[in-house]
T-cell receptor, first 114, second 114 residues
Framework: DAGVIQSPRHEVTEMGQEVTLRCKPI?????LFWYRQTMMRGLELLIY????????DSGMPEDRFSAKMPNASFSTLKIQPSEPRDSAVYFC????????????FGSGTRLTVV | DQQVKQNSPSLRVQEGRISILNCDYT??????FLWYKKYPAEGPTFLIS?????DKNEDGRFTVFLNKSAKHLSLHIVPSQPGDSAVYFC?????????????FGTGTQLKVEL
């Protein structure tokens, strides 16, 4: 199993540009989570999906952020337009909806908006 | 509003000694707690967990203690090894079982020195 796969690993973009982060969860996991890591707030949950359906998006900072999960094997997080304060490491994680937490994180995407 | 707090951003310990990482939470509905370890340029990985029906869980060199009345948990690493140097995140959930969102703290950077 290749684990949770995120792309790109690094992204540098100019303010105002659209940024799309991608995630492939572990096959068979039915929950997917997008987290953002910053020094001030640690790991904060942006949005999560169960069975491809968004369950809680209360952590999405503002309308500039959107996430989709068109099928069980792919999710995107889009920022449009991007701003310098969006610079952070974005993690995707997937898990089972079962009695044991199988939260597996990807390696993250380091986003820098200049 | 930070519901899970790790008040020590960093900790330095000598090899062979005990490392104690602390975590406080404010939400009394949390009933499942986890610790994750994160190395640079990698995603967090699950380390150990504890349910609110227990006050201690042990796995090799790692022990997690839970004090529900104080809303406090701690991770003990004995003996500490240089390979334990990483960022440790405390996390909490309101429901046992997988597929539910985890609320993370801001992390504690542990450095184990020779």
């Amino acid at each position: 199993d290749a684990g949770v796969i995120q792309s790109p690993r690094h992204e540098v973009t100019e303010m105002g540009q659209e940024v799309t982060l991608r995630c492939k969860p572990i096959s068979g996991h039915n929950s997917l989570f997008w987290y953002r890591q910053t020094m001030m707030r640690g790991l904060e949950l942006l949005i999560y999906f169960n069975n491809n359906v968004p369950i809680d998006d209360s952590g999405m900072p503002e309308d500039r952020f959107s996430a989709k999960m068109p099928n069980a094997s792919f999710s995107t997080l889009k920022i449009q337009p991007s701003e310098p304060r969006d610079s952070a490491v974005y993690f995707c994680a997937s898990s089972w909806s079962g009695p044991n937490y199988g939260y597996t994180f990807g390696s993250g995407t380091r986003l820098t908006v200049v | 509003d930070q519901q899970v707090k790790q008040n020590s951003p960093s900790l330095r310990v000598q090899e062979g000694r005990i490392s104690i990482l602390n975590c406080d939470y404010t939400n009394s509905m949390f009933d499942y707690f986890l610790w994750y370890k994160k190395y640079p340029a990698e995603g967090p990985t699950f380390l150990i967990s504890i349910s609110s029906i227990k006050d201690k869980n042990e796995d090799g060199r790692f022990t997690v203690f839970l004090n529900k009345s104080a809303k406090h948990l701690s991770l003990h690493i004995v003996p500490s090894q240089p390979g334990d140097s990483a960022v440790y995140f405390c996390a909490a959930s309101g429901l046992t079982g997988g597929g539910n969102k985890l609320t993370f703290g801001t992390g504690t950077q542990l450095k184990v020195e020779l």
